[in-house]
């Protein structure tokens, strides 16, 4: 019954490669997001979706892609990874309740480390 | 500039005593929302609770509460009876942005450590 869910949950990859990330949420929930988390643990929103539909794209590199194929699962796609891409990437869903998103639920994670 | 600010970047507590984490925040939007999440060693974060611009009363939950002063723009979070199990990093967050375009906003957190 897992509620926000994220995989891999680790990721080792060479520099330039490409790697994917997926998340899917159960909770019926229409708006999903992408945050990173750094070396010292400081979290930074990427990307949020509402029922597919891009909404916050946090001038992030265009080698970072988001894809949303159902409101359920919001995939994050990196191109020609660096060394600085090595961080936690966290998924997370919240309902949307006339017009504001509401609490933000947490996937577990995904520990990526570029070599 | 920061717009959450936390303080303490570590904390020691005794097993069973009350501590409350601090958290300013700087914000002009009148509708605002400000949370907690607990991120243990796992790594997963956990939203712990949450206290809207416009309630009248503080939120709780269980034996956490949430100290919201709105004049002086803090949100501390109030954990009492710490247990072993509070060892953790915790996160203040803002939920900002224009409505339907909305995100959280973090602080640097605070490494809650509970000695027994």
């Known amino acids: 019954d897992t509620a926000v869910s994220q995989t891999p949950k680790y990721l080792v990859t060479q520099m330039g490669n490409d790697k994917s990330i997926k998340c899917e949420q159960n909770l019926g929930h229409d708006t999903m997001y992408w945050y990173k988390q750094d070396s010292k643990k400081f979290l930074k929103i990427m990307f949020s979706y509402n029922n597919k539909e891009l909404i916050i794209n946090e001038t992030v590199p265009n080698r970072f892609s988001p894809k949303s194929p159902d409101k359920a699962h919001l995939n994050l796609h990196i191109n020609s990874l660096e060394l600085g891409d090595s961080a936690v990437y966290f998924c997370?869903?919240?309902?949307?309740?006339?017009?504001?998103?509401?609490?933000?639920?947490f996937g577990p994670g995904t520990r990526l480390t570029v070599l | 500039a920061q717009k959450i600010t936390q303080t303490q970047p570590g904390m020691f507590v005794q097993e069973k005593e009350a501590v409350t984490l601090d958290c300013t925040y700087d914000t002009s939007d009148p509708s605002y929302g400000l949370f907690w999440y607990k991120q243990p060693s796992s790594g997963e974060m956990i939203f712990l609770i949450y206290q809207g611009s416009y309630d009248q009363q503080n939120a709780t939950e269980g034996r956490y509460s949430l100290n919201f002063q709105k004049a002086r723009k803090s949100a501390n979070l109030v954990i009492s009876a710490s247990q072993l199990g509070d060892s953790a990093m915790y996160f203040c967050?803002?939920?900002?942005?224009?409505?339907?375009?909305?995100?959280?906003?973090f602080g640097q957190g605070t490494r809650l450590t509970i000695n027994p």
């Open positions: 997370a869903s919240s309902p949307y309740t006339g017009g504001f998103p509401d609490t933000q639920y």
């Open positions: 967050a803002m939920r900002e942005g224009q409505k339907g375009a909305q995100k959280l906003v």
